[in-house]
Nanobody, 120 residues
Framework: DVQLQASGGGVVRTGGSLTLSCKVSGFTFDDYSIGWFRQVPGKEREGVSC????????AYADSVKGRFTISVNYAMNTVYLQMNSLKPQDTAVYFC?????????????WGRGTLVTVSS
């Protein structure tokens, strides 16, 4: 079965860096889009970054462009989110997400959130 395991959250100061990891299993990477979302209590979950397909195409939210980088180690079945120049507004629970289409039906899978806290 599809499983996503996110880790790497922690507490950092403004301007610091942190790297999140998402170990995936139970599916073929080529058939899925992988990405990161984040959520603050009381607010809607928002997309942060994603890898669209096996060609390596990526997308980023405007709020993190130039500061965050998504990458994949295919041999390790792991997706990373490198976060630099962190700001207090980056504080949130970050979630790993995988998406695919099976017989015309869109499928979504979520990992457990990992908390990132950026102090002033």
């Amino acid at each position: 079965d599809v499983q996503l395991q996110a880790s790497g959250g922690g507490v950092v100061r403004t301007g610091g860096s942190l790297t999140l990891s998402c170990k995936v299993s139970g599916f073929t990477f080529d058939d899925y889009s992988i990405g990161w979302f984040r959520q603050v209590p009381g607010k809607e979950r928002e997309g942060v970054s994603c890898i669209i397909g096996p060609d390596g195409s990526t997308a980023y939210a405007d709020s993190v462009k130039g500061r965050f980088t998504i990458s994949v180690n295919y041999a390790m079945n792991t997706v990373y989110l490198q976060m630099n120049s962190l700001k207090p507004q980056d504080t949130a629970v970050y979630f790993c997400n995988a998406r695919t289409v099976i017989n015309g039906l869109r499928m979504n899978y979520w990992g457990r959130g990992t908390l990132v806290t950026v102090s002033s």
